[in-house]
């Protein structure tokens, strides 16, 4: 016992708090000395002053003259009562002026603590305080602070008394121990009493010293009532616009101060890239190389002072707020970062070229050492880069050392895996807007004899559900019916009458419009296109205030439409809608209390979350704040989804959400909190999609893919957990209304010319309020607009986006650009490069070898670009789609890094590099589109990683049969397969091994080549090959062209391999007698047959066990070039005469189908398309809904 007492730990103060404490006491002592002779001088200066007589009449009078004013105010002022304030909490403010003033004003400032000039204090609003304010008016001013300024005051100037000692409000211990008694524990608690003048409003107020502020400009002291232009009297609410103006110091005490953390986001993004580059030279792949190279030591080195950097970074955040010297430390340190995680790629490629290149063969590592990647010169090299980061570290490390950070030890955030497929495309979300709708129609439809062209713009603040309501009303069955040409354009900031003008062409054509920018001659086509019809064009998210509309679009829109032409705006400004309207704005209320309450909780209960008494009386104060804003209610919905604490709750309510100034900075503040509670990872996800335009239709593979390649979703235990945790990522932010718009467009889109390219692609958008906070957040991503607007230097700027523009005026925003990691390029490329002042393309000249992701769509010279990828060597994303290339270099199978290759709509394209089976990390190639592709390359089966595979061209030769997809075991959504007719036996195709591919939710099947789909010989024996090819019964896609055989295969007469079919397309199948026994699916929506000309009947051997309905989902069927079809189903009308076929049915083209003599009788028929069919059609009898 003795010897434990003996041992005990002295007690340990860190040195920079002793520092800090030394500072303070010198500054202490001086400042008290300053006093101390300020008031010895003060005294000297008064000694053996002389006052004449008139000077005491003259202060005796003006005191005099003071009180009578105020007896007058009291009497000529009457007071309302306290009942019928705005507000119950005051804040007064004493201001310069006169300071020997008549005792009754001096004992009532007393009594309001208001002795001291600029001091201001917190009243509570009852009538003896408001007469007090009234009597001493011309010395002070006084107004309804509102909550945010209430906070601001408590946070960053307040102090309070303990046993008569003042104290600033840095410890909630301390706060507890003066006003414990009363239930407050905690500066969060004292704000809330304050703020809301609870039961221990005075006790709370007493405890605040008087706040001591500092003169702004805008307090000229001038001594006259605020109402006649002075500073004096009551301010009501504009006493908020002069408490923001006074200069205060900043504390950053509580994670609820929101206007705090705003300016403190942007740097929040640097920790995931710290701790990302710490966590990669942790890596065994980084450890192995270096290892080999004899440098590990210096690996560790750079481990480890990442690891200690990073434990401090939330210390840093929080002082940079104050101190610039820390913020541009953070700075340097993200750059810093970013370099180590280029050396530390470096290791990682190294790794790759070794394995595949080089492998278990001692004689190739020998040979390698007389080559340029000989290990001698890699260790050299690396030594030098990782000494030179590890030179900058060190320094940053001693800077860092001196702030006197603290460490603190941040848990590890784990994403949660939530099931949210189900909330992405529903449209329940839209509640309270159908009576807006109702009024809108008919509005719309009272318009249906003016012969002017009329304008009715949709108003209001951004988030309220004004596009939302367009869309109603835009898919309305009456609106569908009763325009002739409907079309919507999302116009957004930049309003352009020519891009407008080609935008209504393509719409009303669907196709692409290719003339001149000349307005006459859009003038013309459109004319022809619209040629007097009725019609209704949407213009989403105007902004224009010029006059362009009148002087251009009004004219010409007027012209050629026909009677009752509508155009809806929606819009957040008045002007906007005064310049364009002919009839009343209409302004949408904001919900209802109950409506918001209604979708609040459908996002913020029923995932993990359940609704409880607790949280709901919690939820129901947080629906208050947003002010039912459908777009703030639905992401504080998601946030909230997420919390599963009530404190947590109690912590999100107390926030100062909904307090800010009115308008859009009202709703940012609530979406800036929704924001600040995101992973880390999901923040770096958010704020790199700013790289986009606003309105810009985002892909979301594409958009994954980048994540992916940015380092921004880190791996975790192979590729398939890594595209299942960005696909989770994207889910989340689509469910907390980051990203929204989310649809998947169907095969009657048209992306320009490659409409097969369109089928089954995933695209959402972000609200332009959410693009607002991205850019508000991070300064990291830039776009075409901005460079050109200067907003974003290039040494701040990582991400970049360039398109057709005014590209010379951006040149020099390039220059001196070392480390882009994206670039997105969609122009002709020689207009590329002379935006980035190259007179021929290297991109080592261009410094880009911290490039990952590079998605250049050009139709010219694009072979420039893919000759020197070599030097961008870290490249992991890869966009050449639509690019005018016939072949890609072999230096591209060097780039062992790559995970993403998309070269869709290459319709030039005739061969792959041979060395492709080098790309070991490769994860998704798109080849959709490339018609001239003959043939893979060999030894396809080593890319054993690959996801993604839309296309598989089989060849005979050795290495490139269909055997090699054994290996790929790991395909999802599509692949398709060209040139089966060259497979060489039954067993290869076995091989393939289809059925095993369980994720596989597409299926194309070719018998010939990319070009041509013509059926093969008799004797090719292709029915036993498509036996062989049988593939899983979760199937939602299956495409047949070129098929030779007579008879569909078994496993297509098992009912249950379609249990999941929604689409089937056989085309070119002349032999072919039957097809598959899809008529009992119940998921089967669409059908497309076209030249079978052996085919007789959908349906056979139906018989009477059969269920009364076929096809009974099928939504549209196309039958094109069936000669010899000749009924429907076979038998049904003998022995089961209760058949009903297509019973949903809404869409049938049929044309050359000369037997078949009848229509089915669907009653959901909308559309009938006959074309060159039998002339005994019972046309005339259809119901007269049908369009035919």
């Given at each position: 016992?003795?010897a ?26 001086k ?18 002053a002389i ?20 007896k007058?105010?009291?009497k000529?002022?009457k ?20 300071m ?6 001096r ?13 201001g ?7 003896a ?9 011309p ?10 300024n209430?906070k ?15 104290f ?7 706060i ?25 409003f ?10 001591k ?17 002075g ?12 408490i923001?103006?006074f ?16 300016r403190?986001?942007?740097e ?7 701790r ?11 450890k192995?190389v ?6 590990d030591?210096?690996?560790?080195k750079?481990?480890?002072?990442l ?10 955040e ?7 010297a ?6 340097d ?12 790629d470096d ?10 290149k ?24 690396m ?12 320094e ?14 941040e848990p590890?955030q ?6 949210t497929?189900s ?5 329940t979300?839209?509640?309270?807007r159908?009576?807006?709708k109702e009024?809108?129609?008919?509005q ?9 062209l009329q ?5 209001g ?6 596009t939302?309501?367009a ?9 569908q ?41 859009l ?10 019809k ?27 439409g ?7 705006i929606?819009?957040?400004n ?14 949408p ?5 109950d ?5 609040f909780s459908k996002?913020?209960?029923?995932r ?9 009386t ?14 703030a ?15 947590e ?6 926030s100062?959400i ?6 859009k ?12 509670h995101?992973?880390?990872?999901m923040k ?18 594409m958009?994954?893919q980048?994540w992916i390649?940015?380092?921004?979703i ?30 998947t ?5 048209i ?14 958008k ?32 990582w ?16 220059k ?9 390029m ?5 207009r ?17 070898r ?28 890869l ?13 591209i ?8 290759l ?7 394209l ?13 994860d998704h ?31 005979t ?10 290996q ?8 398709g397969?060209?040139n ?10 076995k ?14 099947l ?33 495409d047949?062209?070129?098929?030779g055989?007579?008879k569909a ?8 391999m379609?249990?999941c079919?929604?689409r089937?397309?056989?085309e ?12 009992l ?5 669409y ?10 009947s959908l ?14 989902k ?28 297509f019973?949903?049915l ?30 005994s059609?019972?046309?005339?009898s259809?119901s007269?809904?049908?369009i035919v």
């Open positions: 016992m003795m434990e007492e003996g041992t005990q730990q002295l007690p340990y103060v860190r040195e920079t708090v002793l520092k800090k404490r030394k500072v303070n006491e010198d500054w202490a002592v400042n008290r000395e300053r006093k101390a002779a300020k008031r010895q001088r003060r005294r000297d200066d008064g000694k053996g006052k004449r007589p008139e000077d005491f009449v003259r202060e005796f009078r003006n005191k005099e003259l003071d009180f009578v004013r105020m007058t105010r009291l000529v002022r007071l309302p009562p306290a009942e019928t304030l705005n507000s119950k909490l005051v804040f007064a403010i004493r201001i310069p002026g006169t020997d003033l008549h005792p009754h004003m004992r009532i400032l007393r009594k309001l603590r208001l002795t001291q000039v600029l001091t204090v917190f009243l509570k609003a009852t009538d305080t408001m007469k007090r304010l009234l009597v001493v008016e010395f002070i001013t006084y107004g309804f602070p509102n909550l945010k209430v601001d005051l408590i946070y960053k100037k307040g102090r309070g008394f303990l046993d008569k000692e003042p600033p409000l840095t410890s909630n211990d301390l507890e121990k003066a006003l414990g008694e009363y239930g407050i524990i905690c500066l969060e608690d004292l704000v809330h009493e304050i703020a809301s003048v609870g039961p221990h005075r006790e709370a107020s007493n405890f605040l010293m008087p706040f502020l500092k003169c702004p400009e805008r307090l000229q002291m001038k001594k006259k009532p605020y109402k006649d232009g500073d004096s009297g009551n301010r009501e609410d504009k006493i908020n616009e002069l923001e103006n200069e205060v110091i900043l504390l950053n005490l509580a994670f609820e101060n929101l206007s705090d953390q705003q403190n986001m942007a929040s993004l640097i920790l995931p890239v710290v990302g580059v710490a966590g990669k030279a942790a890596g065994e792949l980084v192995s270096s290892r080999m190279c004899g440098i030591g210096d690996r560790g750079l481990e480890r002072q690891l200690a950097v990073q434990c401090k970074l939330a210390d840093a929080e002082k940079s707020e104050t101190n610039p820390v913020k541009r430390w953070m700075k340190l993200k750059a810093v970062a970013y370099e180590a995680d280029d050396v530390l290791f990682q490629y190294e790794a790759l070229r070794r394995k595949v080089i492998g278990d063969s001692t004689k190739r590592k020998v040979l390698g050492y007389f080559t340029p990647h000989s290990p001698l010169l890699f260790r050299v090299t030594s030098r880069k990782l000494n030179n980061v590890l030179k900058k570290i060190n940053l490390v001693e800077e860092m050392n001196k702030f006197g950070l603290m460490e603190h030890a590890p784990v994403l949660r895996h939530r099931l497929h909330a992405l495309y529903d449209s979300d839209i509640l309270g159908d009576d807006d009024v809108l129609v008919k719309m439809l009272d318009q249906h004899d003016q012969q002017n304008v009715l713009p949709i108003v603040m951004g988030g309220l559900g004004k939302t309501l869309k109603m009303v835009y898919n309305d069955p009456i609106v019916k009763h325009f002739q040409l409907k079309m919507w354009h999302c116009v957004s900031e930049n309003f352009e009458p020519i891009s407008i003008m080609k935008s209504i062409i393509e719409l009303a054509t669907n196709g692409k419009c290719d003339l001149p920018d000349s307005i006459e001659l003038r013309r086509r459109l004319e022809g296109v619209i040629d007097r009725r019609f209704l064009l949407v213009l989403d998210d105007v902004w224009n205030e010029d006059d362009k509309w009148n002087e251009h679009l009004r004219p010409l829109l007027n012209s050629v026909g009677p009752g032409s509508i155009i809806v929606t819009t957040r008045q002007q906007v809608a005064s310049i364009m309207e002919t009839l009343q704005p209409y302004k209320a904001c919900l209802s209390e409506e918001s309450w209604e979708l996002r913020a209960f029923g993990d979350v359940q609704e409880q008494e607790d949280l709901a919690i939820g129901k104060c947080i629906v208050h704040k947003c002010k039912g804003l459908p777009l209610l639905k992401t504080m919905g998601g946030l909230m989804s997420s919390k599963h604490q009530v404190k709750w109690e912590a999100i309510a107390r100062n909904g307090d800010s100034v009115k308008g900075d009202e709703i940012l503040s609530i979406l800036k909190l929704s924001y600040k995101l992973p880390s990872e770096q996800c958010f704020t790199f999609c700013a790289i986009f335009c606003k309105d810009y239709e985002m892909e979301k593979d958009l994954i980048l390649a940015n380092g921004f880190q791996e975790e235990g192979g590729a398939i957990n890594l595209a299942q945790k960005g696909e989770f990522v994207f889910n989340e932010l689509v469910w907390r209304s980051f990203l929204q718009d989310v649809k467009i169907q095969q009657d889109f992306i320009d010319y490659f409409p097969e390219l369109s089928f089954g692609v995933t695209i959402c972000m609200h332009d309020l959410m693009h607002d906070l991205a850019k508000d957040v991070s300064s990291e991503c830039a776009t075409t607009e901005e460079l050109i607007q200067q907003k974003a230097p290039s040494e701040d700027v991400h970049v986006q360039i398109s057709e523009g005014e590209l010379k005026q951006i040149s020099g925003s390039f001196g650009t070392t480390s882009l990691r994206t670039l997105l969609e122009l002709p490329l020689y590329g490069l002379e935006v980035l002042e190259l007179r021929s393309f290297f991109l080592e000249r261009l410094k880009l911290s490039l990952r992701g590079l998605w250049c769509h050009c139709r010219y010279d694009s072979s420039i670009i893919t000759s020197h990828l070599i030097n961008t060597k870290h490249l992991r994303y966009d050449l789609s639509r690019s005018n290339i016939f072949r890609l270099p072999d230096s199978c060097a780039l062992y890094s790559l995970q993403s998309r070269l869709n709509g290459c319709s030039y005739e061969c792959l590099p041979e060395g492709m089976a080098n790309l070991r990390k490769l190639l798109y080849l959709l589109g490339c018609d001239r592709l003959k043939r893979m390359p060999p030894n396809f089966s080593l890319l054993n990683n690959l996801l993604t595979l839309t296309t598989f061209v089989v060849d030769d050795a290495g490139r049969g269909i055997e090699e997809l054994k790929l075991r790991y395909l999802i959504n599509m692949l397969l060209y089966l007719r060259k497979i060489k036996s039954t067993s290869n195709a091989e393939a091994n289809l059925h095993q591919k369980q994720e596989l939710s597409i299926l194309r070719f018998w010939g080549c990319m070009s041509s789909y013509m059926p093969g010989d008799k004797d090719n024996n292709e029915e036993e090959m498509l036996e062989s090819l049988k593939p899983h019964s979760k199937l939602k896609i299956l047949l062209y070129g098929y055989g007579s295969s078994v496993w297509m007469r098992d009912p249950q379609f249990r079919l929604k089937l397309i056989i070119r199948c002349p032999r072919c007698k039957d097809i598959p026994t899809v008529w699916s119940a998921s089967l929506e059908l497309s047959l076209s030249y079978m000309t052996s085919l007789i349906c056979k051997n139906i018989d009477g066990n059969t269920p009364v309905q076929l096809f009974p099928l939504k549209e069927l196309i039958l094109f070039d069936l000669p010899n079809l000749e009924r429907w189903a076979e038998n049904s009308e003998g022995e089961n005469n209760d058949v009903i076929i019973p949903e809404e869409r049938l083209y049929m044309n050359r189908c000369m037997k078949i003599s009848s229509v089915p009788e669907s009653p959901a028929l909308k559309r009938l398309n006959i074309f060159r069919c039998c002339s059609f019972p046309i005339f259809l007269p809904h049908i």
